[in-house]
């Protein structure tokens, strides 16, 4: 077990990809989040999960639903760049789903909404035994709806309708559209858009996931893997000896996990920082510290 | 008799035993009561005034209880009592709502000494834990002077459910209803007395009810370590029932303590959390925010406390894996 003061804990990590060609074809990069998710329901490890797909009614909208099939959870790959509330679900999933192991996929602040729950379960009846898999993706920062228009429309001159793929990458937020056009921003043009909510978190990796997933520090195509609890190392051994991911050390690939440790060291120094200023905010007053 | 030999009771539908001995394993007289057959021998049971040996596996007949008045377990349990102001005894149910997992509580680690519903005491006794449900009717002097009294006779009083700890809906109560149509003034116990513990929510979980009792348990009877953990877990639902994280405007208790205490901070990252836990389902997440139906809000707090940007202890959930296990070899029968 590592354990690490940016990273969390964590008893492996790997550069992976899907061997899913299916997964990989619609996955932002190798198909980790969807591919855990999909070997796990398969094998009756949950018997469903709470994952984020396009909201109909509007482009580029997330809006979290409870997959209970492979095909619900391949609509759902691919990174959504806007706030999908996957933890309004969790009751539902074990009421009107009636799931008994559950899955989801969130960003760090999620996984602490889900341990908090799982942990001081207030309004959560009889979730908390139920969580069978959590799987984690890396987040910098998040942005609200219109900040997503504003970037791409406005900023990127795009519409958002013709919109393929949103990535952030290589130090710039990225907009394909579906006739092979690309448009770059620099971060930032972006930052002054993002939740504020953001600005308090302090974690990266997610650190509280059973398994947690991001492109940062692998080639194009791969993913960043941290195994971390006895549940994620269950579902990864299961998934290796099944072949469902081909991996390579991380020591092996460019960048590396040292590029993992730099961002997260400086998403964390940034808003631990901005936690301070917060504390005096005002002339003598200050805004809430959530953490206690 | 026990509240333990009652319950044996209620699942065996005859006549009560009182067993020498819980000793014996391989013979647990019902699928409910299983938790006694793995009780360490040192903590048999010794019955007060017993004379003679009785073989391990012989059932004495409670007619013959004159001179054994109540069996005393030798364990190091702490003594707990559920004090009923004005609720709908929903919160006790949810206590039972654990199933086989409160007999292990009572049989390991609680002796439930008062109980308006389930034990056979009149009056308030000295014990270690209160569990309070309901608000106080302060139109109501009995209830005036139970919850007084039960500051007054316990060393910790937990608010159990959102009416003791807020009001919940009987902060909407006007008077005018049968019997008592008088009956139309209610505080939260925290207007009257000082409490140690909150447990929001309408009704309570049965899990979190659970979590709190091992905690209480482990924090009064347990080693350093475990007095460490426990204290930890405990502090920020302390802290809730001292109003302590910060100003949000409104008692803790309903969904404007999410706009006011959380959004207008700058706080909010769109996890749902409070959206889930809303029993009435007055919350729908509107672009990724809380939206609150104030017309269908009951009050209860859950929402506020269950985000995880109220109040959120690293201490505690970077620890989740080691405390979820703890609890469940807590309440192995």
Redesign the interface.
């Known amino acids: 077990m590592v354990q690490d003061n940016f990273l969390g804990n964590y008893t492996s990590c790997v550069a992976a990809r899907s061997t899913n060609r299916g997964i990989l074809a619609g996955s932002q990069d190798g198909g980790i989040a969807t591919g855990t998710l999909a070997f796990a329901l398969e094998e009756g490890i949950i018997d469903g999960a709470i994952v984020s797909v396009m909201d109909p009614s509007e482009p580029w909208k997330p809006m979290p639903i409870v997959a209970t099939s492979p095909e619900e959870l391949y609509m759902a790959r691919g990174t959504k760049y806007s706030l999908s509330p996957n933890l309004s679900l969790i009751k539902e999933a074990t009421r009107s789903y009636g799931l008994d192991r559950v899955g989801i996929v969130g960003v760090p602040c999620q996984m602490q909404g889900l341990r908090k729950g799982q942990l001081y379960p207030v309004g959560l009846r009889d979730v908390p035994d139920k969580i069978a898999l959590a799987v984690g993706i890396f987040c910098m920062e998040n942005f609200p709806y219109q900040s997503i228009i504003q970037l791409v429309e406005d900023h990127g001159n795009t519409k958002l309708e013709n919109v393929v793929k949103l990535d952030i990458g290589k130090g710039k937020f990225w907009i394909y559209t579906e006739r092979g056009a690309v448009v770059q921003l620099p971060l930032k043009i972006t930052h002054k858009y993002e939740q504020p909510g953001c600005h308090v978190c302090l974690d990266y990796v997610a650190n509280l996931a059973d398994i947690s997933t991001g492109s940062v520090g692998t080639p194009d195509g791969w993913s960043t893997v941290f195994v971390r609890s006895k549940k994620g190392n269950d579902v990864w051994a299961k998934a290796m000896a099944a072949g469902a991911f081909e991996t390579k050390p991380i020591e092996e690939v460019k960048p590396g996990l040292d590029l993992v440790t730099k961002l997260a060291t400086e998403k964390i120094t940034k808003n631990r920082k901005s936690l301070e200023e917060r504390a005096k905010f005002g002339v003598g007053k200050g805004l809430r510290n959530p953490y206690i | 008799m026990g509240l333990f030999e009652r319950i044996l009771a209620i699942f065996k539908k005859k006549d009560v035993t009182v067993e020498t001995s819980r000793t014996d394993a391989s013979k647990p007289t019902t699928p409910g009561a299983s938790p006694t057959g793995a009780m360490p021998a040192e903590r048999a049971p010794v019955v007060e005034g017993q004379k003679s040996a009785i073989p391990p596996d012989e059932k004495v007949p409670t007619t013959a209880q004159s001179d054994r008045k109540e069996v005393k377990p030798v364990s190091d349990k702490i003594t707990a009592g559920h004090v009923h102001m004005s609720g709908c005894t929903g919160c006790e149910v949810a206590i039972a709502d654990n199933y086989a997992g409160l007999l292990t509580l009572l049989d390991k680690y609680v002796d439930w000494v008062y109980d308006l519903t389930l034990a056979d005491v009149r009056h308030i006794p000295e014990m270690d834990v209160a569990l309070v449900e309901g608000s106080v009717c302060i139109n109501d002097h009995l209830s005036v002077e139970e919850i007084r009294e039960t500051r007054e006779k316990s060393k910790i009083v937990v608010a159990l459910g959102a009416c003791a700890c807020s009001g919940n809906i009987t902060r909407f109560a006007r008077g005018g209803q049968q019997n008592q149509p008088q009956h139309e003034s209610f505080v939260a116990i925290g207007d009257l007395i000082d409490v140690d513990v909150f447990?929001?929510?309408c009704?309570?979980?049965?899990?979190?009810i659970r979590?709190v009792c091992v905690a209480a348990y482990l924090l009064l009877k347990g080693n350093d370590d475990q007095k460490a953990l426990a204290g930890a877990?405990l502090?920020?639902?302390m802290?809730v029932a001292k109003c302590?994280?910060?100003?949000t405007g409104c008692n803790h208790a309903c969904g404007c303590d999410l706009i006011v205490?959380v959004i207008n901070?700058?706080?909010?990252?769109?996890?749902?959390?409070?959206?889930?836990?809303?029993?009435v389902r007055a919350i729908t997440?509107q672009?990724?925010?809380p939206n609150i139906d104030r017309e269908l809000c009951i009050k209860?707090?859950?929402?506020f406390?269950?985000?995880?940007?109220?109040?959120?202890?690293?201490d505690?959930?970077?620890m989740?894996?080691g405390?979820?296990e703890t609890i469940d070899a807590a309440m192995a029968p």
């Open positions: 447990i929001p929510g009704a309570p979980t049965p899990q979190m979590n877990y502090k920020p639902l802290a302590d994280p910060a100003p205490g901070q700058g706080l909010c990252m769109a996890c749902g959390a409070c959206a889930a836990s809303c029993p997440m672009y990724g925010k209860c707090g859950a929402c406390n269950q985000c995880p940007r109220s109040w959120y202890s690293f505690v959930t970077n989740y894996e405390i979820m």
